[in-house]
């Protein structure tokens, strides 16, 4: 049996392997510094990067991660197989890589389905919620939203009322590990073949859910080979096989991604929508005539923490990945705009102090 076809393998990366008649598919399974394991038509291999290939990249973006399709030469069962080329991915998570200004860090990629996982307890924070939703819509990946601990929750109702204003067309599951029944409707979206990942914060239970749906196999040792001292063959990222067939990416990672790589626009569709019928192009959405921003909050139809949050979540897309330099200079070209940026803002204070020394 092809071991691919339990991996989520898709026509589309079928068909673009053709290209690559010389190598054979696989997909990374797992990554552990300059190591991955793949898997292969036969099974589990171990993989590097080719030194052609690595050469080749320019950024680190296009390092292979967890969940990438890859073209390789397998060579023989005592050596590790050679990653040659990464396929085009179909959805993509990523984060400012550290110390490197301008480069992004690959978390996962062709996800399918991404659970947002907020807990009903101090945890629970809208606001925080659109944030990984801009994030979820940006990858291309699917979002739902999980609510975990549902038994410590009083006001369910109101929660989902809520929920259901900033998540527009999202699907809703609410869960409680005391209650497996409400786990199982995860099985209504993982489906066989179905690459699915989990967000949110520490604490939220992902684990516990992951458990649930895995069993014990996904704490199992992994064998003991030249290359795995029989211990986890990653410390962060790697694929789960779960019995149904659904494939799970944990991805501890995910919770430090940035907005930089978000889909603000489609989080806040109302607020856009909103913008796009003010009065005025360059609204600033303050105290302008016409402003369907500040009439949609006099008529209660926006809530004044959401528009908040979408100014707060755009400046921070902005400013990701600059340096505090950066930072600084773009903020004050922000607050001098209005007199053609920071440089005419100097000069103007310059030809003022000349204009008080003349006097």
Known sequence: MNQLENYGVGQRFINEATLYPNYALARVISQHKGMYRIITEEGQRFAEISGKFSYELTHLSQYPAVGDFVMVSLGNANSPSIIHAVLTRKSIFERTALGLTGQTQVIATNIDIVFICMSLNQNYNLSRLERY???????????????????LCQHIPTVLAEIERVALGCDVIVTSSFNESTVKRLYDFLKKGVTASF??????????????????????????????????????????????????????????????????????????????????????????????????????DLDERRLQNYYKLKREAKYEGLSSKEIETTKLNEMFREVGGMKKAKHHIKSLKKSNHHY
């Not at 939703?133 to 038994?151: E, H, N, V």
Request: charged share 20%.
């Open 199 to 300: 967000i949110g914060s520490s604490g939220v239970g992902k684990s516990t859910l992951i458990n649930l749906l895995a069993g014990k196999q996904i704490f199992a040792t992994s064998e003991i080979d030249q290359y795995d001292k029989g211990r986890h063959t990653t410390t962060g990222r790697e694929m789960l096989l779960l019995p149904n067939g659904a494939i799970v990416i944990d991805t501890p990672g995910m919770r430090e991604l940035g907005v930089s790589h978000a889909d603000v626009g489609k989080t806040f569709a109302d607020i856009e929508e909103l913008v796009q019928k003010c009065k005025f192009s360059d609204c600033t959405h303050t105290n302008e005539p016409g402003c369907a921003v500040q009439q949609a909050l006099l008529n209660g």
């Open 133 to 151: 939703l801009s994030i979820a819509w940006d990858s291309g990946a699917k979002p739902i939203i999980l609510l975990t601990k549902s038994d």
